[in-house]
């Protein structure tokens, strides 16, 4: 495709690289210039207009274009548009913000660090970890253990976190220390005839062997998303949480909930850890906290991780750990807003009820010839194609359906997004069912086109 000389496309095309792109490809065709936002829509500078069916990247929760985080963000520039939080300064902002995180986390969460983004916060759990067991006198006891197919951010720590190889591949990932054992996908990974029980059963054991295979005494943390998100949308089976939770007490071990992509009412719960009885000694959340207005990522954590922390850095002088724009006063007030939207428009029950009409709206597709499951939770869900309904076999090469697909949802004024062959929705919290059976039937006229 040519590009115009001189358009924003060409321009794109002579000066960025682009994040989770493939650059070559993005050479020949260019990309799509968003220009503005409104509700659950998007625009891009032609004036094509299109439903955000992914709000953004799993994060805009209360849609485009909310003035109440505007007037925020603009209110809070004017009166102190930065400060940091370092050598004991602070703002109000982010205080306000840390104490009312903690209030409505899950119980046993007293403390807040805040960092720019999802990545820096995973980034930041581990060094916290690190840092603990240093300080409490059992510096062998390192070791992360994580899920494949999870996604916890692209920093060296965090990426090497993340179970995908695409995030691996070229650099040098993962970290020695980070371990990954088999992904909760029921549907890709349990054995024939092995029940959603069962399965738990089998990857709860699975964890406890590697852990004593590991020696528990240098195993620190096990780290999941409660719905694993980016990597395809993928419910864990049932009671595989208290199954894994309790392997985890056995063997001291802290369970770290990434919420970045489930917190603030994804699930149908204002956390996803509410939705599975999941009670992490450390939680992780980012994303629809702004909805992503601002970037901001929090992570909280136990008091006894805490105390550790804190005699620790008293006996070093410092703890030596923060970002410039750690706990920013602009992005804290815009969290506080938004929180406020999200409690007094009730979008965590309206996100119960939309992803309900979701999931029902789906559900017929699984007799389609081209679906081999249909899945989510809350308003989360997938439908991934495959090339063999009996077989479960995937298209070869995996992922060129779903980049497919993707592309030619935009024909349809649609963005979804395609993990391999799985096509995802994850629209904003304020949809209605009109919206919905929107998004339903431009995702059926591509289907048509597919098959
Ligand atoms: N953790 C989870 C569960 C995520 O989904 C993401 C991003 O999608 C991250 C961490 C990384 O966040 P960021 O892209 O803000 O670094």
Request: aromatic share 8%.
């Amino acid at each position: 495709m040519t590009l115009l000389p001189n358009s924003a496309q060409a321009r794109d095309v002579a000066y960025l690289l682009h994040p989770a792109t493939n650059a070559r490809k993005h050479e020949r065709t260019g990309p799509i210039v968003m220009a503005r936002g409104e509700g659950i829509h998007v625009y891009d500078d032609a004036g094509n207009r299109y439903v955000e069916a992914m709000a953004g990247l799993w994060s805009v929760a209360v849609g485009f274009g909310e003035p109440r985080l505007v007037d925020a963000a603009a209110r809070q520039m004017g009166r102190l548009p930065y400060y940091h939080s370092f050598s004991g300064k602070s703002s109000e902002p982010t205080i306000d913000l840390a104490e009312r995180l903690v209030k409505m986390s899950p119980v046993g969460l007293d403390r807040v660090f805040f960092t720019n983004s999802g990545s820096e916060a995973n980034d930041t759990v581990v060094k916290l970890v690190w840092f603990y067991n240093n300080a409490i006198g059992r510096p062998e006891k390192k070791k992360f253990i994580a899920r494949q197919n999870g996604y916890h951010g692209i920093t060296i720590a965090s990426g090497s976190l993340t179970g995908l190889p695409t995030n691996h591949r070229g650099f040098d990932l993962p970290l020695p220390q980070m371990k990954h054992v088999s992904c909760p996908h029921h549907y890709r990974y349990a054995h024939e005839g092995e029940g959603e029980e069962a399965f738990a059963d089998r990857l709860a054991a699975e964890l406890e062997a590697r852990i004593l295979e590991e020696g528990p005494e240098t195993v620190a943390a096990f780290i999941g998303e409660p719905l694993i998100g980016a990597g395809g949308v993928l419910p864990p089976p049932a009671t595989y949480w208290e199954k894994v939770q309790a392997v985890c007490r056995r063997h001291d071990v802290l369970v770290v909930a990434d919420e970045v992509i489930n917190g603030f009412g994804r699930l149908g719960t204002m956390f996803a850890c509410d939705h599975y009885g999941i009670r992490p000694d450390v939680l992780v959340v980012s994303k629809q906290l702004t909805s992503s207005y601002m970037p901001i990522a929090a992570v909280l954590f136990s008091d006894a991780i805490y105390q550790g922390v804190a005699d620790g850095s008293d006996r070093l002088g410092t703890f030596g750990h923060g970002f410039t724009a750690s706990g920013h006063p602009v992005a804290a007030a815009v969290a506080m807003e938004n929180l406020d939207i999200i409690e007094e428009r009730g979008l965590v029950a309206n996100a119960a009820a939309m992803g309900e009409h979701l999931r029902a709206r789906l559900a017929p597709f699984a007799d389609h010839p081209l679906v081999g499951e249909v899945r989510g939770a809350g308003l989360i869900a997938a439908v991934e194609l495959v090339a063999d309904r009996a077989t479960k076999a995937k298209f070869d090469p995996v992922g060129a359906v779903g980049a497919w697909f993707y592309a030619r949802a935009h024909d349809h004024g649609l963005i979804i997004r395609a993990v391999g062959d799985s096509i995802c929705f994850c629209p904003p919290l304020i949809v209605t069912a009109a919206d919905i059976d929107d998004i339903v039937d431009r995702f059926a006229a591509v289907l048509e086109e597919t098959a």
